[in-house]
């Protein structure tokens, strides 16, 4: 997949923190954000700011795990 | 850039009442891709258990009707009798299937009843809180096996799947499940041959699929995840159970 | 195909439920009712459209009904009493989710497995509901073939209308007798009002769901409120009873089914000597035909409940009296088959211990 | 209004005079009920049914005391002898039924059926010796109806069974006639 580019969106607000997402990324893409959701979790984020080395090919393997369908994915 | 993965069409809007990590959103998910990309949600018509996944019908959008406690393919007996053109599945859990609904299942099985079958195994009763379920397994702790299931106390898990192979008139089943990327994937095509083989009128269909219930057993969403790779697949293995279906196209 | 037939009431219901539409039945062995069955079996499989299946109990037999009824097919199971008892829950739940079926019960003598001799012994369970819940079906009670064969139409016609379970209760003795019977032409199915409610698949549609779980209490309590409008609107639409010589009488037997065919006999029986009895035949059991009976206590004062059973119908005849008139109970449990005579001989008794002779 | 009664052990036809009796009368255009007893055996054991006939409604379908008795076996007879009303006609296959009859306020036509039915070599007939002998002599309804009505009840089956049927019936009718 090198070269392709890809990006993900997590809905915070439908993110219930079970972090299977952290565990499927293969890049570690994903961390635990410092603020509480509506639903009293700690959402799951896109670390797209941390990505210059390893960059979201799009795989989509965060949203295949994802139980509560917050995570879109686009690819190039 | 182009969107790859959303929302599928016909899973409602709604956020799941599921705890974190739980399986059974994945497989309405899973359910809500096959249906759309077979094209069928206009003429799908789901039977939803009592237990956890009683609320199916708030998050998979085709037309659903509940049935008691064990009696889904029962009523989806009638429904499909009634409507042949129809694609008829039932989602139940594993006390639901496995215990209360044992003969309605067999039976359905046995006859060949063209409906496709989700049995949900997540070991235990989740929604009334985590007693023993017929497939808890054994030395499994549950809130009514507090020392772990013991055989002479409690019986042996049950193999649901492995009694409806021998039925005659179920034509294809699977276990999968869905704690891994490539489970998921793979529960997917069960899924998809499920109704293709409906679609074909071929005969009874089942996927079992193993799923985490996290909170009932005591484990953070990735260990229960971890915990059916390394201990349930010892008792429910993963495969195919049965296949007179083979290759189907469509 | 008005021809005069002579058929068992088992197979009326069964030949009467095909020419109202019925096209889906499930059921399950239990004598006195297996030709009921056995007919739907050979009528199904002749009908175009038409679905049996011999199911493996009758808790599956009843939910498979509900499957049909979802479908929207007019569907129909049947038993006789420990049979009724497992299809219970499934009724409860034709009940909350307002689906129309209709169930047959050919009543037998006893609790538990008892026996096969004709009985009333179900009353209560078929009026009060019978499951769980705050619910009813309508019962109906038919009499005679002749009634048997225009009543099995009628439940149907009542279940789509009002959505709800129905009930025929008859007993061994109805289900076993056989008479003439001329049935009504069959229906054309096409030409019923569609079920716009039925699950066909959400095709140029929104979705829907047919349910009984609300844990909403407040949505719980807003299908009870609904069911109980709709069960006040069948009470007054519905109940239907059969009056006999009660417009002189002193004295009304009250009493339905089989009872109601013996205590004919034994009215027509005191008649003869010069007693002025009547009876009063309710046809609907749930709802009560509470106002005709009301009615007939403007001018008498004395009712003898006759049951094949120890008195179940008699609380419905003292909450449809108010205490405007004495309640006599005789009845037989057990399947035991009372004889005209039998009952002439209470009548005669009562009439001459209330003095009702010195009335005329 | 009459009632009979039609008794004997299973497999005899009994529940078949009984019907062939109840159709014939209802073609003639009167009401009938017909309740067979049934039991939880399917096979064995005694086997009967009730007619009944009346210009009028008939309410109870259910006989005390029956009119008319067709008797074709010993305990069947031990049942029903102290049943039938004053007056009545008890009917018994004298070849099977061997119990003395003590009643004198009855009429009895005993017909030796089984023996008849030998003679004319199909002993399964016997049951149409007596239901010619009942009708013949009850009158409740004629030999026609009957030969009609059984006509429709064996319609779709051998040809042969329906002369058989007949041959059985004249030869019970006969026999009554020459005063039994």
Redesign the interface.
């Known amino acids: 997949m090198a070269g392709k580019k890809g990006t993900i969106i997590i809905d915070r607000e439908l993110c219930k923190g079970c972090y299977l997402c952290i565990e499927a990324c293969p890049n570690s893409l994903i961390g635990i954000f410092d603020e509480l959701n509506q639903l009293g979790y700690y959402p799951a984020y896109y670390r797209e700011e941390n990505n210059k080395d390893r960059e979201c090919t799009g795989c989509a393997t965060c949203a295949l795990v994802c139980p509560d369908v917050a995570i879109e994915v686009y690819r190039e | 850039m182009q969107k790859v993965f959303q929302r599928p069409k016909y899973l409602k809007q709604a956020v799941f009442h599921y705890c974190p990590g739980c399986g059974h959103s994945i497989i309405h998910r899973l359910i809500a891709e096959v249906i759309e990309e077979l094209g069928i949600g206009e003429k799908t018509i789901g039977v939803p258990p009592a237990g956890c996944a009683v609320l199916a019908y708030d998050y998979i959008d085709v037309d659903m009707g509940e049935a008691p406690h064990g009696r889904g393919a029962a009523v989806a007996t009638g429904l499909k009798r009634v409507l042949p053109d129809h694609i008829v599945f039932s989602y139940q859990g594993d006390g639901d299937i496995a215990a209360i609904g044992t003969a309605e299942t067999i039976h359905a099985a046995n006859r060949g009843e063209s409906i496709s079958v989700f049995f949900i195994n997540n070991a235990c009763y989740g929604m009334t809180g985590g007693q023993m379920a017929p497939t808890t397994l054994l030395g499994q702790e549950s809130t009514t096996t507090p020392g772990g299931r013991n055989e002479k106390r409690d019986a042996a898990p049950l193999d649901l799947s492995e009694i409806l192979a021998i039925a005659r008139g179920s034509v294809y089943i699977e276990r999968t499940a869905v704690n891994s990327p490539r489970n998921i994937r793979k529960t997917k095509r069960a899924i998809t041959k499920s109704f293709k083989t409906q679609m074909a009128g071929l005969g009874f269909s089942l996927v079992e699929i193993l799923s985490p219930c996290p909170v009932n057993w005591k484990m953070t969403p990735v260990e229960a995840t971890k915990w059916i790779d390394d201990t349930m697949v010892k008792t429910y293995p993963l495969k195919v159970i049965k296949d007179t279906v083979g290759k189907i196209d469509g | 195909m008005s021809e005069k037939v002579l058929m068992r009431g088992t197979q009326v219901i069964g030949e009467a439920a095909i020419r109202a539409g019925c096209r889906f039945y499930a059921g399950y062995p239990i004598t006195p009712q297996n030709e009921l069955t056995e007919c739907m079996a050979r009528s199904m499989d002749a009908t175009p459209g038409g679905t049996f299946v011999q199911a493996e109990s009758e808790i599956a037999a009843i939910n498979m009904v509900i499957g049909a009824a979802m479908a929207g097919a007019r569907a129909m199971t049947s038993s006789s009493s420990p049979g009724i008892s497992l299809k219970q829950e499934g009724i409860s739940f034709l009940a909350a989710q307002e689906l129309p079926a209709v169930i047959v019960n050919t009543m037998r003598g006893g609790p538990g497995l008892g026996n096969i001799a004709p009985s009333q012994g179900d009353y209560f369970q078929a009026t009060r509901g019978g499951g769980h819940g705050d619910y009813r079906t309508i019962v109906i009670a038919p009499n005679s073939g002749q009634e048997i064969a225009d009543m099995t139409r009628t439940a149907f016609e009542y279940a789509d209308k009002y959505r709800n379970p129905v009930l025929i209760l008859a007993d061994g003795m109805m289900g076993q007798m056989m008479e003439p019977v001329i049935f009504p032409e069959p229906i054309d199915i096409s030409s019923l009002p569609p079920k716009t409610w039925s699950l066909r698949g959400a095709a140029g549609r929104p979705s829907k769901v047919i349910l009984s779980l609300l844990l909403n209490p407040a949505k719980q309590e807003e299908l009870n409120w609904k069911l109980d409008r709709k069960y006040k609107i069948i009470a007054r639409e519905i109940p239907k009873a059969e009056k006999y010589m009660t417009d002189d009488a002193h004295l009304a037997v009250i009493a339905y089914g089989t009872a109601a065919r013996i205590a004919k006999g034994a009215v027509r029986r005191v008649r003869e000597m010069g007693l002025k009895v009547g009876l009063f035949r309710p046809i609907t059991l749930w709802p009560y035909p509470s106002r005709e009976l009301h009615e007939l206590s403007r001018h008498m004062r004395n009712f003898l409940v006759f049951e094949m059973n120890m008195g179940q119908m008699v609380e419905d005849v003292k909450l449809s009296l108010e205490g405007r008139s004495d309640v006599h109970f005789y009845g037989r449990p057990g399947g035991t088959i009372s004889t005209p005579d039998e009952i002439a001989k209470i009548i005669n008794t009562l009439y001459h211990r209330q003095n009702l002779e010195k009335d005329s | 209004m009459k009632k009979t009664v039609f008794a004997g052990f299973g497999g005899q036809g009994v529940l078949m005079m009984g019907?062939a009796f109840?159709?014939a009368v209802?073609n003639d255009g009167k009401?009938?009920?017909?309740?067979?007893a049934?039991?939880?055996e399917m096979r064995g054991g005694t086997a009967n049914c009730t007619v009944a006939v009346s210009d009028e409604?008939i309410?109870?379908?259910?006989s005390?005391a029956p009119d008319y008795a067709v008797i074709l076996n010993n305990p069947s007879l031990i049942k029903y002898e102290s049943m039938i009303a004053t007056g009545g006609t008890l009917f018994i296959n004298s070849s099977l039924v061997t119990t003395e009859i003590t009643r004198d306020d009855i009429s009895v036509v005993k017909v030796p059926a089984g023996d008849m039915a030998k003679k004319l070599r199909n002993e399964r007939i016997s049951n149409m010796i007596m239901l010619g002998a009942f009708v013949s002599r009850s009158q409740l309804t004629s030999m026609e109806s009957i030969l009609n009505a059984l006509a429709e009840i064996t319609k779709g089956k051998k040809s042969s069974l329906m002369k058989s049927n007949k041959k059985g019936l004249d030869a019970g009718a006969d026999y009554v006639l020459q005063g039994a």
């Open positions: 019907y109840a159709m209802m009401q009938i009920t017909y309740l067979p049934y039991g939880a409604e309410f109870s379908p259910v005390s």
